[in-house]
């Protein structure tokens, strides 16, 4: 069961700024599920570190390749930092130590796996070379170094600063000269510059430079981000299509990078800008990069499609949708929103809508105080209606669980001769569900 999507951007928005509040005695259920959840996530561990996914037996993990070694720890969103992260959170709110070396042990385990370079991999797995490329995407090296920034504030203990530290100053040097950021670094095979900004590769390089300028207080983690920013703002198209594409040569034109990821407009990567504008914004003050709003506003409002949702991409002209078949062959014009190949989902549409919401129902003006009251009153009902049934939903060994996928379903059996009606438990429920439970707790 996954926490309504207008909770969960209002957070991703009011990254680093806690919605507070006093819990009564009706928070015994939520502080009950809260501790079971917890500690059945902390039974999967291996290492101390996490998966993406498991069956529900928690026999052995998954990922999109199928089954996948107990031994592997995920560091790509949703997983180890991720789970940290929440561990973290639950600490701080709930008191319970056992929670706090948790998240110990998540963050000696992402230090163990630190590349040389001072990044981080996709997956941390046995015999990986320490001078394999540091990846950006998926949150790997920005969310890991997040999380170790996170337990240094908490525990005050150096060695997570110091690896932190470290992952900030690689960050620095994989900078393309325009202010984006790669895939991965170093380049290898005289792979030319590119910035990327699918699966948060720019957007979350800034976002923990931004953490570390106001974590350590070193100027020039601040300027990299602003450099970041600005490069964003100057890769935006123009109207009437005011978006971003996945991935930019050094220079600013937008390329193909593989099947499944066109030179075109991106609708996720687009709203993920528009995050982190806003997100600089209750961070400063500055209001400047809110003036591109306007113009993306427009030509997502144009995009919709018949169906209300939108596509994930849109072809440069046209505006057309961009549709995969199964083989990843790239179907120009088709108007329609996803197969089920690209996995549609209403989080991603609610996503763009609720973004809507935000954009015209909040002033710019509201800024900090008076942007978190609003965002209090707005988040109070919401959590009213999903935390019963996020309650309800967790079964009586502490997981949330969903009807295995066939993929997933087609290896566990050859693996395990099984056939019976299974399920998967996701790190992504996890992670969702026990922060809006935090949340609760927050605000009552």
């Known amino acids: 069961m996954k926490i309504t999507t207008a909770f969960v951007l209002s957070c991703l928005i009011i990254s680093g700024f806690a919605l507070c509040g006093a819990a009564d005695d009706s928070s015994g259920p939520v502080k009950a599920a809260l501790r079971t959840s917890l500690n059945a996530m902390a039974s999967l ?57 948790v998240a110990r042990q998540a963050g000696d385990a992402l230090i163990q796996g630190q590349l040389e370079y001072g990044g981080f991999p996709l997956e941390i797995t046995p015999g990986l070379s320490k001078s394999a490329p540091c990846v950006f995407e998926d949150g790997a090296t920005p969310g890991a170094a997040r999380f170790l920034v996170e337990l240094w504030i908490r525990t005050g203990e150096e060695k997570y600063a110091a690896a932190a530290k470290r992952c900030a ?107 982190l504008f806003m997100e600089f914004t209750l961070e400063t003050g500055d209001k400047s990069y809110l003036r591109s709003f306007p113009a993306t506003v427009a030509w997502l ?21 961009v549709e995969w078949d199964e083989d990843g062959t790239v179907v120009k014009n088709r108007y329609t929103a996803f197969t089920d190949w690209i996995k549609p989902s209403p989080f991603f549409n609610e996503d763009v809508k609720t973004f809507f919401w935000v954009l015209h129902d909040a002033s710019p003006d509201l800024i900090r105080d008076e942007y978190k009251k609003f965002l209090r009153g707005t988040t109070r009902p919401l959590l009213e209606k999903s ?48 922060n809006a439970l935090l949340d609760s707790l927050e605000i009552q």
């Open 169 to 275: 100053r690689f960050i620095l040097r994989a900078q393309v000269e325009h202010g984006g950021f790669p895939s991965r670094f170093p380049l290898q095979n005289d792979d030319p510059a590119r910035i990327s900004l699918q699966g948060g590769a720019t957007t979350d390089a800034i976002r923990f430079l931004l953490l570390c300028h106001k974590t350590f207080g070193n100027r020039e983690y601040f300027e990299a981000a602003v450099r970041g920013l600005d490069c964003l703002l100057a890769l935006r198209g123009e109207p009437p299509q005011a978006g971003w594409a996945q991935h930019y040569t050094d220079d600013g034109r937008p390329i193909d990078a593989g099947p499944n990821h066109p030179a075109a407009l991106s609708t996720v990567e687009s709203i993920d800008v528009m995050r």
């Open 301 to 321: 409002s144009r995009s919709r499609l018949e169906d209300g949702t939108w596509a994930a991409f849109y072809t440069f002209g046209s505006n057309q949708s």
């Open 45 to 101: 561990r291996h290492n101390g570190g996490w998966a993406a996914a498991w069956p529900e037996g928690g026999e052995a993990t998954f990922d999109h390749t199928g089954i996948q070694t107990p031994e592997t720890i995920v560091v790509r969103y949703p997983a180890t930092p991720w789970i940290g992260m929440a561990f973290l959170r639950a600490y701080g709110l709930l008191g319970d130590d056992f929670d706090l070396n």
């Open 387 to 434: 935390v019963p049934t996020i309650l309800a939903s967790l079964n009586q060994d502490g997981f949330w669980t969903a009807p295995m996928p066939p993929a997933y379903r087609k290896a566990y059996v050859e693996r395990f001769g099984s056939n019976g009606a299974m399920r998967t438990i996701y790190s992504l429920d996890f992670i969702i569900n026990v």
